[in-house]
C-alpha cells in the first residue's frame, strides 16, 4: 500500500526547493543592485589569488556579479539545477553547495592567475551539474540517472565551452574546480538505501 505521507513530502520538498532557488535567485540580483548603486563596491568581495587577506572572500565571492549580464546568465542556469538538487532534500543541498562554494572559493584562491579578481555564482553552477550528473549513479536511482542525463543534454555543450582555457575573461579555474567539487559532493553525500522491513514487522 502506498504512504500517503511520501507522496505529500515529495511535494513539500519541491514546494521547499522552488521558494528557496527564488529566494536565492533574488538575493543576487538584490545584490546585484546595490553593486551598481554604490559604483560597485561589492565588486571588491571577489577573490584575488594568494593575498590572506583575500581568503574572508572565499564564500562571499559566490554570489557577487560583474554586471547584470553576468548575473543574467547565471541565474536561469542556477535555478534549474539548484531545484532539482534541491528536490532530494534542502539539509543536503545546503552542505552540497557549501562544499562546492568554499573548494571552488580556495581553489581559484590558490591557483587563478595573479592580478585577477574572480566572483560570480558559475562555480556553484559547475558544481551543481557535476553533482547531478553523477549522483544517480553514485546511489544507483533510476530517476536520479535520467536527471543526469537530461542535465548533461541540455547544459553539456555550454559546460564543455566553460572549461576551456582559452576564453578571455571566464575563471575556467573556477568552473573546473566547482564541477570537480560538485563530483565529489555526490559521493560525500550520498544518500543511503533505506533498510527493508520485515513482512509483517511494525
Known amino acids: 500500500m502506498s504512504d500517503p505521507q511520501a507522496r505529500w513530502s515529495q511535494g513539500d520538498r519541491a514546494l521547499a526547493a522552488g521558494k528557496l532557488m527564488l529566494a536565492w535567485v533574488a538575493l543576487l540580483w538584490l545584490l546585484e543592485v546595490v553593486d551598481v548603486a554604490t559604483g560597485h563596491a561589492l565588486d571588491g568581495f571577489g577573490v584575488t589569488p594568494r593575498d590572506p587577506s583575500e581568503l574572508v572572500d572565499v564564500v562571499p565571492s559566490s554570489f557577487i556579479h560583474f554586471g547584470f549580464a553576468h548575473l543574467a546568465a547565471n541565474t536561469v542556469p542556477l535555478l534549474v ?22 573548494v571552488d572559493g ?35 536511482r533510476p530517476l536520479g540517472v535520467l536527471a543526469g542525463v537530461l542535465v548533461a543534454a541540455v547544459w553539456g555543450g555550454s559546460i564543455l565551452a ?31 538505501p533505506e533498510p527493508s522491513r520485515a513482512l509483517g514487522a511494525p
Open 81 to 102: 539545477l539548484g531545484f532539482l538538487a534541491a528536490l532530494a532534500g534542502v539539509r543536503r543541498f545546503l552542505l552540497v553547495c557549501a562544499l562546492i562554494i568554499v
Open 106 to 140: 580556495l581553489g581559484v584562491w590558490l591557483i587563478a592567475p595573479a592580478h585577477t579578481n574572480t566572483a560570480g555564482a558559475s562555480g556553484v553552477i559547475f558544481g551543481l551539474f557535476g553533482f547531478l550528473l553523477v549522483t544517480g549513479f553514485v546511489e544507483r
Open 162 to 192: 566553460g572549461l576551456a582555457p582559452t576564453q578571455a575573461g571566464v575563471s575556467w579555474q573556477g568552473h573546473l574546480l566547482g564541477l570537480l567539487a560538485g563530483v565529489a559532493a555526490a559521493f560525500l553525500f550520498r544518500r543511503r
